[in-house]
């Protein structure tokens, strides 16, 4: 090791003396001098970072917005410039994802074709700082061992941009010549570290409920057709832009065909992954964001699996279905599982580079597999028609079944997880962070109280007051800590190893959760939101004749809504689900699968498949700037001086 340390040093200086030599020939002789002046230094940095991004001006605008103090100030930063329409938009097109959502294996990134999972070489940017002669020119040399060295010339005042070779140390050395022809000489090693990050986990961590790309929404209504047994009932909701087709129920052959269906999937909300509804604006691209930010001269390389629906079993451990497909080309039917994508991308790293290893899994999973969108259909879905074909889908789920699943069947797949999890990072699973999930429908420290609020959407939700308290009652008593147990190997939790079986447990966003529910409301939210949606439950019109044309009980038209506006809500009521993404989901069960784009399972379900009861962009910056601190002490990083680490700031 000393022998290195010796070489690096020869060659430091030897590489600092020929930078000073080349400058020009009457460097030779008195003027030369090998500075000591510590004002000069030479300064550098990794150019976009964040390896997702392929345009370096798209990073850049969120190492502005995180000036701001943290994740939360930042996304009010970002969409203050968008006027609460989002800023992911902009950036979906750039990303090294193709149209499916999977990542590319080699990706152009600011012009430079390079492999994504292994590169070879990153961009850096280099500049002199401190007292830099006024007028002086600057000879910089780049030496990896390659000769000979890479040389620019350039006035010392600007900054160079050079790529130099990852896994090895780089020096940069700069003869510095004044006015007066004497010459100075600086040099440093530079070393990328590229942390190798990857997102697992279910709908929460994939960033359901905040598509890239907001559904375009219509000032017209679009007819649903209603489950009344014998009697026909329709009702009108917003429609989408763009849609061409006829928008009424009734004599409708274009409504019915698959040129119809298509001309509305077109019309859809987009999505980094739309099998998946993984998103920019979910807590794991966040945070795996901020360490690239945070770190100058580190690079962060994101693997995003999480996806949609996804269980333990059935999503981490197996294929599942897609939910959703994207506006052109191929729908994919399944997704693979996710711990077998990330080992066959792992596996791939080390083909190209054997040092190369998984530095942190970022996790979230564990209500599906106790069906907490069963329990949510439970509470909402009013007595009828529609609860018993739900019923009949296997949609609803009663707190004793979801206890016996959380009782018996999580701890099993837990442990199985554990044990698929543990090699893929290097046999300690503190590189696992879990992300715990906040509570979606809490209002101080009390649970919502039930009613139409935010749910009005469909005619037949109503959330029941007191199985709303029962479900509260059984996620703050039950739920979450059994989460915390399984993550921490506590509470009589079996682990083989629980030095090494343990994960990262963060918590700490639930307290400020329960004070943002989805019933929560305040006065400077959105006019829109004030204005149209009624706190009792009459925010559309009921009359079918005249909802065709303005489907809104307020004078505002529906085009008018923003869906990452600041709201003092951190949750997706079904109004706002529908409002931004208006899913039309694929992987359901066949008996709930829809005749046409008008009928009434695709009315109910659209109004909560794009991510009702999930964190909305602002409570996933809140998830991330919670996760922060600990992701920088598994990863032995320390927090830049600029960056708030204390408590979260409130909301108004």
């Given at each position: 090791?000393?022998?290195?340390?010796?070489?690096?040093?020869?060659?430091?200086?030897?590489?600092?003396?020929?930078?000073?030599?080349v400058?020009?020939?009457s460097?030779?002789g008195?003027?030369?001098a090998?500075?000591?002046?510590?004002?000069?230094?030479?300064?550098?940095?990794?150019?976009?970072?964040?390896r997702?991004?392929?345009?370096?001006?798209?990073?850049?605008?969120?190492?502005?917005?995180?000036?701001?103090?943290?994740?939360?100030?930042?996304?009010?930063?970002?969409?203050?410039?968008?006027?609460?329409?989002?800023?992911a938009?902009?950036?979906?097109?750039?990303?090294?994802?193709?149209?499916?959502?999977?990542?590319l294996?080699?990706?152009?990134?600011?012009?430079e074709?390079e492999?994504?999972?292994a590169p070879?070489?990153?961009?850096?940017?280099?500049?002199?700082?401190?007292?830099?002669?006024?007028?002086?020119?600057?000879?910089?040399?780049?030496?990896d061992?390659?000769?000979?060295?890479?040389?620019?010339?350039?006035?010392?005042?600007?900054?160079?941009?050079?790529?130099?070779?990852?896994g090895?140390?780089?020096?940069a050395?700069?003869?510095?010549?004044r006015?007066?022809?004497?010459?100075?000489?600086?040099?440093?090693?530079?070393?990328?570290?590229?942390?190798?990050?990857a997102?697992?986990?279910?709908?929460?961590?994939?960033?359901?409920g905040?598509?890239?790309?907001?559904?375009?929404?219509?000032?017209?209504?679009?007819?649903?057709?209603?489950?009344l047994?014998?009697?026909?009932?329709?009702y009108?909701?917003?429609?989408?832009a763009?849609?061409?087709g006829?928008?009424?129920?009734?004599?409708?052959?274009?409504?019915?065909?698959?040129?119809?269906?298509?001309?509305?999937?077109?019309?859809g909300a987009?999505?980094?992954?739309?099998?998946?509804?993984?998103?920019?604006?979910?807590?794991?691209?966040r945070?795996?964001?901020?360490?690239?930010?945070?770190n100058?001269?580190a690079?962060?390389?994101?693997?995003?699996?999480?996806?949609?629906?996804?269980?333990?079993?059935?999503?981490?451990?197996?294929?599942q279905?897609?939910?959703?497909?994207?506006?052109?080309?191929?729908?994919?039917?399944?997704?693979p599982a996710?711990?077998?994508?990330?080992?066959?991308?792992?596996?791939?790293?080390?083909?190209?580079?054997?040092n190369?290893?998984?530095?942190?899994?970022?996790?979230?999973?564990?209500?599906?597999d106790?069906?907490?969108?069963?329990?949510?259909?439970d509470?909402?879905?009013?007595?009828?028609?529609?609860?018993?074909?739900?019923?009949q889908?296997?949609?609803i789920?009663?707190v004793?079944?979801?206890?016996?699943?959380?009782?018996?069947?999580?701890?099993?797949?837990?442990?199985?997880?554990?044990t698929?999890?543990?090699?893929?990072?290097?046999?300690?699973?503190?590189?696992?962070?879990?992300?715990?999930?906040?509570?979606p429908a809490m209002?101080?420290?009390?649970?919502?109280?039930?009613?139409?609020?935010?749910?009005?959407?469909?005619?037949?939700?109503?959330?029941?007051?007191?199985?709303?308290?029962?479900?509260?009652?059984?996620?703050m008593?039950?739920f979450?800590?059994?989460l915390?147990?399984?993550?921490?190997?506590e509470?009589?939790?079996?682990?083989?190893?629980?030095e090494?079986?343990?994960?990262?447990f963060?918590?700490?966003?639930?307290?400020?959760?329960?004070?943002?529910g989805?019933?929560?409301?305040?006065?400077?939210?959105p006019?829109?939101?004030?204005?149209?949606?009624?706190?009792?439950g009459?925010?559309?019109?009921?009359?079918?004749?005249t909802?065709?044309?303005?489907?809104?009980?307020?004078?505002?038209?529906?085009?008018?809504?923003?869906?990452y506006?600041?709201?003092?809500?951190?949750?997706?009521?079904?109004?706002?689900?529908?409002?931004?993404?208006?899913t039309?989901?694929?992987?359901?069960?066949?008996?709930?699968?829809?005749?046409?784009i008008?009928?009434?399972?695709?009315?109910?379900?659209?109004?909560?498949?794009?991510?009702?009861?999930h964190?909305?962009?602002?409570?996933?910056?809140?998830?991330?700037?919670?996760?922060?601190?600990?992701?920088r002490?598994?990863?032995?990083?320390?927090?830049?001086?600029?960056?708030?680490?204390g408590?979260?700031?409130?909301?108004?």
């Amino acid at each position: 090791m000393r022998r290195l340390e010796l070489w690096t040093e020869m060659r430091a200086l030897a590489v600092a003396a020929l930078a000073a030599l080349v400058v020009s020939p009457s460097s030779v002789g008195p003027g030369f001098a090998q500075t000591e002046e510590p004002g000069i230094h030479i300064d550098w940095e990794v150019k976009n970072r964040f390896r997702l991004f392929k345009r370096s001006s798209d990073f850049q605008r969120h190492v502005a917005a995180a000036r701001a103090g943290n994740q939360f100030a930042a996304e009010h930063q970002l969409e203050s410039l968008t006027g609460g329409r989002g800023w992911a938009q902009e950036i979906l097109p750039h990303l090294c994802v193709n149209a499916a959502g999977t990542l590319l294996e080699t990706c152009e990134r600011d012009g430079e074709r390079e492999n994504y999972l292994a590169p070879k070489t990153h961009p850096v940017v280099v500049r002199l700082t401190g007292a830099v002669p006024p007028g002086a020119t600057c000879n910089w040399s780049f030496d990896d061992g390659t000769i000979p060295p890479k040389q620019v010339n350039a006035p010392c005042t600007e900054t160079v941009q050079q790529r130099v070779a990852y896994g090895k140390p780089t020096i940069a050395a700069v003869g510095i010549t004044r006015p007066d022809n004497s010459v100075e000489s600086v040099s440093t090693e530079i070393q990328v570290r590229d942390l190798l990050i990857a997102g697992l986990g279910d709908s929460v961590a994939a960033g359901e409920g905040n598509p890239d790309r907001p559904v375009a929404l219509a000032d017209e209504g679009f007819c649903f057709q209603r489950f009344l047994g014998a009697v026909r009932g329709e009702y009108f909701r917003p429609s989408r832009a763009g849609y061409r087709g006829d928008k009424a129920c009734e004599g409708n052959p274009a409504g019915t065909g698959s040129d119809a269906t298509n001309d509305w999937s077109s019309q859809g909300a987009l999505w980094m992954s739309a099998a998946c509804h993984r998103s920019l604006y979910g807590y794991q691209v966040r945070t795996a964001l901020t360490v690239a930010i945070e770190n100058r001269q580190a690079a962060v390389t994101f693997i995003p699996l999480a996806c949609s629906g996804a269980t333990i079993d059935a999503g981490l451990l197996g294929s599942q279905g897609a939910s959703d497909c994207p506006p052109t080309g191929r729908c994919a039917g399944t997704v693979p599982a996710q711990v077998a994508q990330l080992a066959d991308a792992l596996t791939r790293v080390r083909r190209a580079d054997p040092n190369r290893k998984l530095d942190l899994v970022l996790l979230t999973v564990g209500a599906n597999d106790i069906k907490f969108s069963g329990l949510v259909a439970d509470v909402t879905i009013n007595p009828g028609v529609e609860r018993v074909l739900f019923n009949q889908g296997g949609l609803i789920t009663t707190v004793p079944e979801s206890q016996a699943l959380l009782d018996r069947t999580l701890p099993q797949s837990f442990a199985r997880l554990r044990t698929a999890l543990k090699p893929l990072v290097g046999g300690n699973l503190a590189r696992v962070v879990y992300v715990s999930y906040g509570h979606p429908a809490m209002n101080g420290d009390q649970p919502c109280p039930g009613g139409r609020d935010g749910l009005d959407v469909h005619p037949s939700f109503n959330a029941d007051g007191r199985k709303l308290k029962l479900v509260t009652d059984f996620v703050m008593n039950q739920f979450m800590p059994k989460l915390h147990a399984l993550a921490r190997c506590e509470r009589g939790v079996v682990c083989g190893n629980p030095e090494t079986d343990r994960m990262t447990f963060i918590d700490t966003h639930q307290d400020a959760f329960a004070r943002h529910g989805l019933c929560v409301r305040a006065s400077d939210d959105p006019e829109f939101d004030r204005d149209c949606f009624s706190p009792d439950g009459k925010s559309f019109d009921p009359d079918p004749v005249t909802a065709a044309s303005s489907p809104l009980v307020c004078p505002r038209r529906p085009s008018e809504f923003r869906p990452y506006a600041p709201r003092a809500r951190w949750i997706r009521t079904a109004n706002d689900s529908y409002f931004t993404a208006m899913t039309f989901p694929r992987g359901l069960p066949s008996t709930m699968q829809p005749s046409n784009i008008h009928d009434a399972a695709w009315g109910a379900l659209s109004a909560v498949y794009g991510g009702a009861f999930h964190p909305t962009a602002e409570g996933h910056a809140v998830m991330a700037d919670a996760a922060l601190p600990a992701v920088r002490d598994v990863l032995g990083l320390k927090a830049p001086a600029s960056v708030t680490t204390g408590p979260l700031p409130p909301l108004r």
